[in-house]
């Protein structure tokens, strides 16, 4: 699947573990780089489903549009859906935080 990203920071730290730990912390920074490889490896969205352990769901309210991924506990990878063979990488984030 492609990638795109909504900042350089989020694309750097995908090319890159010890910007990813810069960014977010080192297990979390590891859980992203992981992610992304599944992301990458996926051929179509609706393949992502069938991997139990990205916890994949939709969200709502304002939201709706964007999907979370978990990474660990509290922190998840938002994408959007572009279309079937390409996310957006929008953020991650604590969502006991917000």
């Known amino acids: 699947m492609e990638l795109e990203f909504a900042s350089n920071h989020l694309f750097n730290a995908s090319v890159n573990l010890s910007e990813a730990s810069h960014l977010f912390g080192i297990p979390i920074g590891r859980k992203y780089i992981q992610r992304l490889a599944v992301l990458r490896a996926t051929d179509k969205f609706s393949q992502l489903y069938g991997h139990t ?3 994949l769901h939709p969200l709502k309210g304002t939201r709706a549009g964007q999907y979370a991924i978990t990474l660990t506990g ?3 990878l ?3 859906k572009v279309n079937e063979e390409k996310v957006r990488i929008m953020n991650v ?3 006991h935080g917000n």
């Open 53 to 55: 352990a990205l916890r």
């Open 74 to 76: 509290n922190y998840r």
């Open 78 to 80: 938002i994408i959007e």
């Open 93 to 95: 984030e604590d969502y």
